[in-house]
């Protein structure tokens, strides 16, 4: 997939004339809820390189927001798409039945760890179907009506996955009142730990509390049906909890009876360099929520879980479009890929590369506080320089990494080193308080990271 040497290539002020023309008729007409952050008007794109309206080329390290993994346009899923689109574009199967759903079923059930034979699978069109359809399947498994998510977190924005977002005060602002019984809690999030405590001496307090003081003064643990959680915090940051975290989450489950559920939207279908984040520990989850990557861009989202627990009878849930042929046939050569085609490999590899070379920006940028990441899953988060104002105060009796764990919030240079790349040809997104994600296609190069990593040391510069 890799084009040698090849750099962005920008002809036009950006935004130019047809992507501004684009931009004033959709201001016109569209709802102003949508988040866009920079001008970019896509009009075709192939692996990791998209091209504007006005025949401006970008490096896409945002990859549509985590969902295009086998890169744009990738020749066999659309080949899939173009042949399944020529037999059957819709038949409803929750409804009827055709192949390429239970053919899916089949793939997606051989990936989990609860094996081939013991996995049921619901299909949906999106990710806060898939995790409205876990609440759901959560509340009725078990009886239970309280679910327990994570500050930071987010699952979707239809009312029941909004009620399991912590992520931002504007997306919650106006719709209350939301689904009752959820507790949201601090996530494993040792960069900022809400606690101010350290790892491993904090003795992942961040769960034990749960038992400690949750389930001892607010919140019956016989009451709650699931917890939902992040294997990495997405738009939260791109956090990566501390080792032995899900582990502890899935023993203090199963202790209460209650259910693990992970929330694979962001993180999962190969992008941290397995299948599924939650396979980078030893936990194993009672449900897994995906969605974004699934079917490279085509629209499609699938609850996995227990043969057990998937114990709702016809007419309890279903959906008209969810599992749709031509998405299914998506998913099916997105899996080939994946598997066969080394994709999964690739982002492990190639991910290593990329969170080394951030690294080695790092050390010539103080502005970056922290660098993570999984596979292509990776982020940094910027600090304000220790002489700014909006620097956070940091408390007298404050331990000497008081540095990092009250690190500046004011995510202004943030937006602006976002758009300096844009106007460079690199596309990239913030995420969490302060932070850029890096979530290219899985097909990416080691010489595309490079190439990303020059602008945005450049942007670094440029917005000291
Ligand atoms: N869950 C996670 C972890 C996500 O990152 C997202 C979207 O960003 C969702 C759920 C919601 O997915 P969708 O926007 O497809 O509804």
């Not at 659309?78 to 793939?107: C, K």
């Not at 009672?286 to 016809?314: C, E, F, Q, V």
Request: hydrophobic fraction near 40%; aromatic fraction near 8%.
């Amino acid at each position: 997939m890799e084009t040698p040497n090849r750099k962005p290539r920008i002809v036009t002020d950006v935004p130019g004339p047809r992507a501004q023309e684009v931009i004033a008729r959709d201001a016109r007409f569209t709802s102003p809820s949508y988040t866009r952050d920079y001008p970019i008007v896509a009009a075709s794109g192939k692996g990791c390189w998209l091209t504007d309206e006005d025949g401006n080329e970008f490096l896409d390290f945002t990859a549509g927001i985590a969902v295009c993994s086998t890169g744009h346009c990738h020749p066999k899923v659309v080949e899939a798409i173009q042949a399944q689109a020529s037999r059957l574009l819709h038949m409803s199967g929750t409804d009827f039945w055709y192949a390429p759903m239970a053919n899916l079923a089949e793939r997606l059930a051989a990936t989990t760890a609860w094996g081939v034979d013991d996995t049921r699978v619901f299909f949906t069109n999106s990710g806060t179907e898939s995790v409205e359809a876990a609440f759901k399947l959560a509340r009725f498994a078990t009886g239970r009506k309280r679910m327990i998510a994570f500050q930071g977190a987010f699952h979707g924005r239809t009312f029941g996955s909004l009620s399991l977002t912590g992520s931002k005060i504007s997306q919650l602002r106006g719709f209350t009142p939301l689904v009752p019984g959820v507790q949201h809690v601090p996530y494993g999030y040792c960069y900022r730990c809400a606690y101010n405590l350290k790892y491993p001496s904090c003795a992942l307090h961040c769960v034990t509390t749960l038992d400690d003081s949750l389930f001892a003064s607010t919140c019956p643990p016989d009451e709650v049906a699931a917890i939902i959680v992040e294997p990495i915090q997405g738009e939260g940051g791109y956090v990566i909890p501390p080792p032995g975290y899900l582990e502890a989450l899935r023993e203090l489950t199963r202790r209460h009876g209650i259910l693990l559920i992970v929330d694979e939207v962001q993180s999962g279908f190969g992008r941290t360099g397995k299948m599924w984040a939650y396979e980078h520990t030893d936990a194993v989850p009672d449900m897994i929520t995906s969605a974004k990557g699934i079917a490279s861009g085509m629209p499609l989202g699938a609850l996995l879980t227990r043969k057990d627990l998937m114990n709702w009878p016809p007419g309890s849930h279903a959906t008209t479009f969810g599992g749709n042929p031509v998405s299914c046939a998506a998913a099916l050569a997105t899996l080939d890929l994946l598997q066969d085609g080394g994709l999964i490999e690739n982002a492990a590899t190639v991910g290593e590369h990329l969170i080394g070379r951030l690294r080695d920006v790092q050390q010539r940028h103080p502005c970056i506080g922290d660098v993570r990441g999984q596979g292509l899953m990776a982020a940094i988060e910027l600090i304000d320089a220790p002489s700014s104002a909006d620097r956070a105060p940091v408390p007298s009796a404050a331990p000497p990494l008081a540095r990092e764990l009250f690190p500046g919030r004011n995510a202004e240079r943030r937006d602006r080193i976002v758009h300096a790349a844009f106007s460079k040809g690199l596309l990239l997104l913030g995420c969490g308080r302060n932070a850029i994600r890096f979530c290219p296609p899985l097909v990416v190069s080691k010489g595309e990271v490079d190439t990303a990593l020059d602008i945005l040391s450049e942007c670094l510069d440029e917005t000291a």
